[in-house]
């Protein structure tokens, strides 16, 4: 497996590998992850679609990118949605092959292209506060000289210099204070006690959208909730190939066979619909294993009762404790799922409006109108002086194709569950859906003697997710398996808790990317996979980041040392009349 740039590999089709028709897959969970390693291989293994099979311990394929219509809830539930844009580039490589289901002959990626380009994201509110006002600021970051150079500090480190250390040990008050931090850890869902090698990473990733971090400017979201849009199509692909999904199963264990220089997967042992059953494994069987989930052991309350917080671990978690006890390599799956800090996000909510009553409050907000079909919040919208740091989401309406014009879906979330909040005088998981609706009005906006009674006419539906931050816990090398563990000859994982090169969690792309390299090792496949974008290793990116970070001043106005001035003075004079003085000038630096 290698990585590549440039469209030269982009649009070839790779050759057929090497007795492929002899082989057969194995996919444990049906998440993102595992519906794109099925694709990569049918579309570049071409591998047939039914020896192809898919476990899913629950009925219904999605994993966390899900949203469903409820009939015992009579409701909708999401339980959030992941932000995408330009430079997801193994994602956008596999949706180009994905038909779309509402627009027969595009494919998805067309769809979602086009959406964008006639309705781009744009937050005109990114953050309130005072119950409703938008914060009093420009888009500074107000970010001190300090806390700049601390960034910067942290992205010259090497990562094994990172190891177990947590963000608030690398940034000091200064840095927490400033709009920055208010603007990245609600647009990324960090917490100060994240793990600061996955900071960099972040820092270094999307050093591109220092700029949008005010307006979010930069994202790009689907039409539907991301189970209809992108999950869907993909199974609806999938099937047509002949893959067989297996839903209400448990893969318990897969037995490792390892000699010094060959470990191969020889049994799964699971149970299908309450029936144990074990599959032999040869050489030519390859198995895929999503590792770990951060929706595993989602319990839902409703209206009246908050969602249970007692929770087993989880076949997921438990799968790769199994693994992990056989091997080393296969990575520590308690650094991610014990031991997670109280003051976490646990709580979300989605509260669906059946009239009209919240919609002035939303556009006196927001400056826009959720029933115009257009996308409304543009990603969260942060009330910084929520005791819970509460945050909400208002996608294009309707969010589900079965959506009554009357219904608007407004999705919620909280960084500080731990904390009591501003008008339900209640922790975050204790709430129930109507105290979670009621303490969003609150911040809204809404008159105290009408909370409740509008409150009372939605449907607000909890969850708590124990394990939703999980991706985020301090880490060291080795906590997280490689796509492909050394010497591994026929076993991969794939998704969020495997190990890339210098990707990001948390992201669809990740989740991609794991499973492209994943089947293009295991198949030796003959076509590069598209590398991470190279955001930090382009000038013009840098340069970018450097006006925003120090709130567009020039650089001769940067507050800095006088003996750094000096330097910085004499650099100036030499560039004069040169290419860099035009870079320089182009990206409002001099």
């Known amino acids: 497996m290698h990585y590549s740039n440039g469209n030269y590999e982009a649009f070839i089709t790779p050759e057929k590998p090497k007795d492929v028709d002899e082989k057969s897959a194995y996919i444990v969970g049906s998440g993102l992850a595992s519906l794109a390693t099925a694709t990569f291989l049918i579309r570049d293994g071409q591998m047939k679609g039914e020896k192809i099979h898919i476990f899913e311990e629950l009925s219904l394929p999605g994993g966390s990118m899900d949203g469903i219509y409820n009939e015992v809830k009579q409701s909708y539930i999401i339980r959030g949605g992941r932000e995408m844009e330009p430079h997801f580039e193994t994602l956008w490589d596999l949706f180009r092959s994905i038909p779309s289901l509402d627009n027969p002959g595009e494919s998805v990626l ?6 964008n380009r006639k309705d781009p994201s744009y937050s005109k509110t990114r953050v309130i506060e005072k119950r409703g006002q938008e914060m009093p600021t420009d888009g500074d970051l107000l970010l001190s000289p300090k806390a700049v150079e601390e960034i910067f500090k942290l992205v010259l480190t090497p990562e094994d210099k990172l190891q177990n250390v947590k963000i608030d040990e690398v940034f000091d008050d200064e840095f927490f204070k400033s709009n920055f931090w208010l603007y990245w850890q609600t647009m990324f869902a960090f917490e100060p006690w994240a793990s600061a090698m996955e900071m960099r990473r972040y820092l270094m990733r999307f050093i591109q959208h220092v700029g949008t971090l005010k307006n979010l400017s930069s994202l790009r979201f689907t039409k539907y909730n991301q189970y209809e849009s992108l999950i869907l199509p993909m199974v609806h692909y999938l099937k047509d190939h002949g893959v067989i999904f297996h839903y209400d199963t448990i893969v318990h264990n897969i037995i490792v066979n390892r000699s010094e220089d060959k470990k ?20 030519n069987d390859l198995v895929f294993v999503t590792n770990g989930s951060i929706t595993e052991s989602t319990t839902y309350g409703d209206n009246d009762h908050p969602a249970p917080k007692k929770h087993e671990l989880g076949a997921s978690w438990q799968l790769w404790k199994n693994l992990a006890a056989q091997d080393s390599d296969f990575g520590h799956p308690e650094k991610f799922c014990e031991n997670i800090p109280a003051a976490n996000w646990v709580t979300s909510a989605t509260v669906t409006f059946k009239n009209d009553d919240i919609v002035p409050y939303i556009e006196k907000v927001n400056k826009k109108d959720p029933h115009s079909g257009s996308i409304v919040t543009s990603g969260p919208t942060t009330i910084k002086d929520s005791n819970w740091l509460l945050g909400y989401s208002i996608s294009r309406q309707p969010h589900f194709h079965a959506q009554k014009p009357n219904e608007l879906i407004v999705w919620l979330y909280g960084l500080y569950s731990d ?10 998981p204790d709430c129930s859906g109507i105290e979670l609706c009621e303490e969003w009005l609150y911040h809204m906006g809404v008159p105290d003697e009408q909370i409740q009674s509008m409150a009372m006419a939605a449907t607000t539906i909890p969850d708590h997710m124990p394990y939703i931050t999980s991706y985020f816990m301090p880490r060291a090398l080795g906590d997280r398996p490689n796509v492909v563990p050394k010497h591994s000859a026929n076993l991969a994982f794939i998704g969020n ?5 210098r990707d990001t969690v948390f992201t669809t792309e990740y989740s991609v990317r794991t499973a492209m390299e994943a089947v293009y090792t295991l198949l030796d496949i003959d076509r590069g996979v598209p590398e ?7 000038v013009r990116m840098m340069l970018n980041a450097m006006y925003y970070l120090n709130d567009r001043k020039k650089l001769a106005d940067i507050n800095l040392p006088m003996p750094e001035r000096v330097a910085l003075k004499g650099i100036l004079k030499k560039v004069k009349g040169t290419y860099i003085e035009d870079m320089l000038k182009e990206y409002h630096l001099m």
């Open 419 to 428: 904390k009591k909040g501003n008008y339900v005088q209640k922790k975050m």
């Open 497 to 501: 808790f495997v190990e890339t090169e």
């Open 110 to 115: 067309n769809e979602f292209y086009r959406l």
């Open 264 to 283: 191969i997967a020889t049994e799964i042992k699971l149970n299908e619909k309450g029936e144990d059953k074990t599959i032999k494994l040869s050489s």
């Open 532 to 538: 991470v974008f190279a955001s930090v290793y382009d």
